[in-house]
């Protein structure tokens, strides 16, 4: 057979543009494969392939398919590139040794494989059905082409990006930064045993690969340390971690990233060859069932190279050798299962079927429309959100009264008279505990209150679903993500909008993005609870006083919810754990810290800002739908429009109070949702007065501000608009905060402004 040339017919390509060029590197492998020998001792299939390992010649065989599968898809991935359409050339070339740790692993483990992870994948879609594995193996080839040219027949992202996923195969796809889905594959081993998902068994475990490149980063960093942190807590995590290593000038057992990865707390480490199939595959299944046995973690370090990279990557000359193809052509010669020419052949074999496959995805659809592209990223479905909550209401006043009445321990809280915000999240995330038993509340401090006493009490209700984390906020958001996925309903607190901000690639990349890059398939609910915005008296400086809610507007497809008080905080949460639970919606509850205790109104003592908590036979009246506003309307409402939320509520309502006064009738619009914006009420509310003061507790640059005026110009207002914002600049300590954050005052200017033209 004339062997195939992925470069045939294209314009030359100069070596330097490469680590080696595709076909410096098929010429390598024909030519190491060519001075092989065949032995004069031949082993059986069954037999181990060689001295000293598990690996038997069969087994073997069966990877080397899968090998082969990936490497020809690198190439394929260039050749459909020269002529613009593949549109990503990221291979695997050189960690084609990870197909071993798929054969180590049950085709029922969770996996979150990275980027090189080609033949994994291979092997693990070999795995699925071995009665008919090269059919199997073409369909896997198939499939990965179909994310390198974008067809919509992608199985896992549905043309979106190129990701190794399949829910078929237990493959949860992964688009991070370097490392970033670890904190996820940590909370994904913690759901596994707690999780009611029928899709995993309650003895598998987690697999993450990453590369060395990621293990120095933030995630690697938070994963690595909250699997120790959990072990030593006696929580279960069965985690494998692989990290494949190609560092230039070749990995060591002694090396910087193997220093990094042994002697973690609580995290067992092993090392081994990652271009020797039988080597990986030993130290994966060891490692493996290690994991499964004691439900621990484990990192696995391997040795790979990496080959076929981009322009201007230094080349890696003699590592060559270290190819796992040819290691693995040389295993199996060596053991007499297949000669040189049959290598060969395989080879070229495996070559036409992924070149046939490439032909056949290029004439495939493409996404086509906006509406295809982002119909997976969030999707929202009210009318059952609203009937899930009035089913929890009919449950809590019907089978489940008892147990209710048990978790508030006989002290039912619409029996207790007004509450506070604060009380009000507390009475709330109880009643969830008492609804739900796959919830999970935590976070840093949680079972003692949290920064603010809101949670106080909880652990005596929820028992161990109530638990304690460590402060990282990227840990914390890992193991919300991965519990998420697991099936469990995740209500992750962190202590202010500062932690957040270590922990936003978690929300961003990982979060927002899993039902939109897996078409549904995958999903990552949560109500993530946070303290927030600025206290206009200054307690606590920049760090407690962050203002910034910038970061979280700007992610596709993520609630973002803000109470102003008690009456709306409970009808708020709960839909918000609706919508978590229904559509699997990453929701962001902040609850304006400044007025987590506040009572009074307009004057003191008058217990206005408090409310009696609704009991079940009010939750589904009151419900309170995302993206849609709150309105208060004092004197005639006439004559001015104030826009507002958290904070800016109150301060709004004692300025429209006093313009009452004087004759002057106010609507006060609390958005409570600023992701997504409540346009059609603002609008609307907005051009009954035909002046709007929009009141903003976040910084004039890149404030929420800024969107609501957007929406008025896009729904057509005509008429007078203002803004009052906080400066920018970070909140000071003490006195001095009042000059940079909103206050009565401002607000009171900016309206007179308005009312006099």
């Keep these: 057979m004339i062997g195939i040339r992925w470069v045939a017919g294209l314009a030359p390509v100069r070596d330097a543009d490469f680590v080696t060029t595709p076909q410096n590197l098929d010429e390598r492998f024909r030519d190491a494969v060519s001075a092989l020998r065949i032995p004069e001792h031949r082993r059986a299939p069954g037999d181990p392939v060689r001295d000293g390992t598990t690996l038997t010649g069969a087994r073997a065989l069966e990877l080397f398919d899968a090998q082969l599968t990936s490497r020809h898809l690198d190439l394929a991935a260039r050749w459909l590139r020269s002529f613009n359409e593949g549109f990503h050339t990221v291979g695997s070339a050189g ?71 399949n829910a078929e195969l237990h493959l949860v796809p992964v688009i991070s930064t370097p490392a970033g889905h670890l904190p996820r594959a940590v909370g994904l081993a913690y759901g596994l045993s707690h999780s009611p998902d029928p899709r995993w068994p309650s003895d598998a475990i987690v697999a993450a690969g990453f590369g060395d490149d990621g293990v120095d980063q933030p995630g690697a960093t938070a994963a690595l340390h909250a699997a120790g942190w959990h072990d030593r807590a006696d929580q279960r995590i069965p985690l494998l971690l692989i990290c494949e290593d190609d560092a230039p000038g070749g990995p060591a057992p002694d090396g910087w990233v193997a220093a990094v990865l042994r002697g973690r707390p609580g995290v067992r480490y092993s090392y081994a060859d990652g271009c020797d199939l039988a080597a990986t595959y030993d130290a994966a299944v060891e490692a493996a069932e290690y994991v499964r046995r004691e439900r621990r973690p484990a990192v696995l370090h391997l040795g790979t190279i990496r080959l076929l990279e981009d322009p201007g990557d230094p080349e890696t000359g003699p590592e060559l050798d270290r190819d796992p193809l040819v290691g693995t052509a040389r295993l199996l010669v060596e053991a007499g299962l297949l000669g040189p ?111 603010h006493g809101v949670t106080a009490g909880l652990r005596e209700r929820g028992g161990d679903r109530v638990f304690d984390t460590l402060a990282d906020a990227t840990s914390v958001l890992g193991l919300a993500l991965g519990a998420g996925l697991a099936g469990l309903l995740p209500v992750p607190e962190l202590p202010g909008l500062a932690a957040l901000h270590s922990g936003e690639d978690q929300l961003r990349v990982e979060a927002a993005t899993m039902s939109f890059l897996s078409s549904g398939a995958y999903r990552n609910p949560m109500v993530l609870r946070i303290p927030a915005l600025a206290d206009p008296y200054g307690l606590g400086g920049p760090l407690a006083n962050d203002n910034s809610v910038a970061v979280l507007r700007d992610v596709p497809g993520l609630v973002v919810a803000v109470p102003a008080r008690a009456q709306d905080a409970a009808p708020m949460l709960r839909t918000c754990l609706a919508a978590a639970e229904v559509d699997g919606s990453v929701c962001v509850f902040l609850e304006p810290a400044a007025l987590y205790q506040t009572r009074d109104l307009y004057q003191q003592g008058d217990n206005e800002w408090l409310a009696a908590y609704p009991g079940p036979d009010r939750w589904a009246g009151e419900h309170a739908p995302i993206g849609r506003a709150r309105i208060y309307t004092l004197g005639t409402a006439q004559d001015l429009t104030i826009v507002t939320y958290g904070g800016g509520v109150r301060m709004s309502l004692r300025v429209a109070a006093r313009l009452a006064a004087d004759g002057y009738g106010t609507r006060v619009v609390d958005l409570r949702w600023l992701n997504p914006l409540p346009v059609a009420d603002l609008v609307r509310e907005s051009l009954a007065t035909g002046r709007v003061l929009i009141v903003d507790e976040t910084r004039r640059s890149g404030g929420v501000g800024e969107g609501v005026l957007a929406a008025l110009v896009d729904g057509a207002f005509v008429g007078s608009a203002r803004r009052v914002a906080a400066a920018d600049a970070p909140v000071p300590l003490g006195p001095a905060a009042q000059h940079v954050l909103v206050g009565e005052d401002a607000i009171t200017q900016g309206a007179q402004a308005l009312l006099a033209r």
Excluded at 131 to 155: C, K, T
């Design 341 to 451: 020419d049959d290598v060969i052949t395989r080879y070229d074999e495996v070559g036409w079927q992924v070149r046939k496959a490439a032909e056949e995805v290029l004439g495939e659809p493409k996404l086509a429309t906006v509406g295809e592209i982002v119909a997976s990223l969030a999707p929202r479905r009210p009318l059952r959100v609203a009937h899930a909550i009035a089913d929890a209401a009919s449950r809590a006043t019907g089978p489940a009264a008892a147990n209710r009445s048990r978790v508030f321990g006989g002290s039912l809280p619409e029996q207790a008279g007004a509450m506070t915000l604060a009380q009000t999240v507390n009475a709330t995330l109880t009643d969830a505990l008492a609804a739900r038993p796959h919830l999970r509340i935590f976070g840093p401090g949680t079972t003692r209150g949290g920064r």
């Design 95 to 165: 960690h084609e040794g990870n197909a071993a740790v798929a054969a180590a692993l049950r085709g029922d483990d969770p996996a979150l494989p990275h980027d090189r992870a080609g033949a994994f994948y291979c092997a693990r879609a070999g795995q699925s059905a071995r009665e008919n594995r090269v059919q199997r193996l073409e369909e896997a080839a198939r499939d990965i082409l179909r994310g390198i040219v974008a067809s919509v027949r992608d199985p896992i992202s549905g043309g979106r990006d190129k990701v190794f996923g």
